[in-house]
């Protein structure tokens, strides 16, 4: 196993449904995001992790919520979603955060579709 | 604001060279990242550029022109397997990364 794992690759959910999205990284890495990729827009940076601390929650709505409960592991909870929220979700690792220069190691996300 | 901008999609011939622009307005600015993510698949990283200059990688090379707020991705000797969409993402001042919205390139034989 390398890199950066997501599950699951995709994911159909009604809105009342609840559901998690998992991340592990392999690569001993210190921080860890959740980016939210729809079509033809930019990467959308929800959360950043750094040693297990968010540092970073860019007005995201409370239906999504993070947890990172060691620096290998991060997961996204979500409930209650609205049909806006389809999208590619992707995690992400690196060194650090908040330093320039460092580079990001993706997964190949979770897309996500919400009825 | 703060804003990245590249063209949405290109089309070019296997064998070819091509170029792939990004201008970029953030407030302060620590380098330029490009990244390449094939459909379906993780965004992988490129190059990372933060002095002005053209920086070589094999057939993949980047250019920064930080008074212009200005680079770009070449690819030469284009391969079917560089179709892919390319992420262009400046670092801003507090370290954040700015997006563009990717340019889709299409090979054709």
């Known amino acids: 196993e390398t890199g950066v794992t997501q599950t699951p690759r995709h994911l159909v959910m009604g809105m009342t449904n609840k559901k998690s999205l998992k991340c592990e990284q392999h690569l001993g890495h210190n921080a860890m995001y959740w980016y939210k990729q729809s079509a033809k827009k930019p990467l959308e940076l929800m959360f950043v992790y750094s040693l297990e601390e968010r540092v970073e929650n860019n007005s995201v709505p409370s239906r999504f919520s993070p947890e990172c409960p060691n620096s290998s592991h991060l997961f996204l909870h979500l409930h209650t979603l609205q049909p806006e929220d389809s999208a590619l979700y992707l995690c992400a690792s690196s060194q650090e955060a908040g330093t320039g220069g460092e580079k990001l190691f993706f997964g190949s996300g979770t897309q996500l579709s919400v009825l | 604001g703060q804003n990245i901008d590249q063209p949405t999609e290109m089309t070019a011939t296997e064998g070819a060279i091509v170029q792939i622009n990004c201008t970029y307005q953030t407030s302060g600015f620590n380098g330029l990242f490009w990244y390449q993510q094939h459909a379906g698949e993780a965004p992988t990283f490129l190059s990372y550029?933060?002095l002005d200059g053209l920086e070589e990688k094999g057939r993949f090379s980047s250019f920064l022109s930080r008074s212009k707020g200005y680079s770009y991705l070449l690819l030469k000797e284009l391969q079917m397997k560089d179709s892919a969409s390319y992420l262009c993402?400046?670092?801003?001042?507090?370290?954040?990364?700015?997006w563009g919205a990717g340019t889709k390139l299409i090979i054709k034989p």
């Open positions: 993402a400046s670092m801003d001042s507090n370290y954040q990364l700015i």
């Open positions: 550029n933060v």
